[in-house]
């Protein structure tokens, strides 16, 4: 079993940036491909960014590329979203997800989660 905790989310204004942080225990994460994802109110949860278990190839929504990075370090077990340039429609709760193999970009998919943190940006 892998626990997932993200962290890091909070309010900020639209051009702000944020880190958010994605620790996982129970079992090294190093080989699993980890994703983030959102969910804002009333919508279906969207794939955000995706990373593969060496960390060499990396997947963005067109509408956060070149805005986001994600990254993780093995070594600490932990998985980041850095978010530049934010905008109010990056409002959503954020989730860390790890699975086995490739990174996909349906939900569904993935073997774990984590419970979310909030992203909030004002205009």
């Known amino acids: 079993q892998v626990q997932l905790v993200e962290s890091g989310g909070g309010l900020v204004q639209a051009g702000d940036s944020l880190r958010l942080s994605c620790a996982a225990s129970?079992?090294?994460?190093?080989?699993?491909?980890m994703g983030w994802f959102r969910q804002a109110p009333g919508k279906e949860r969207e794939f955000v960014a995706g990373i593969y278990w060496s960390g060499s190839g990396t997947r963005y929504a067109d509408s956060v590329k070149g805005r986001f990075t994600i990254s993780r370090d093995n070594a600490k077990n932990t998985v980041y979203l850095q978010m530049n340039s934010l905008k109010p429609e990056d409002t959503a709760v954020y989730f860390c997800a790890a699975i086995q193999g490739t990174v996909l970009v349906v939900d569904y998919k993935y073997d774990y989660w984590g419970q979310g943190t909030q992203v909030t940006v004002s205009s």
């Open positions: 129970g079992r090294t994460i190093s080989s699993y491909a």
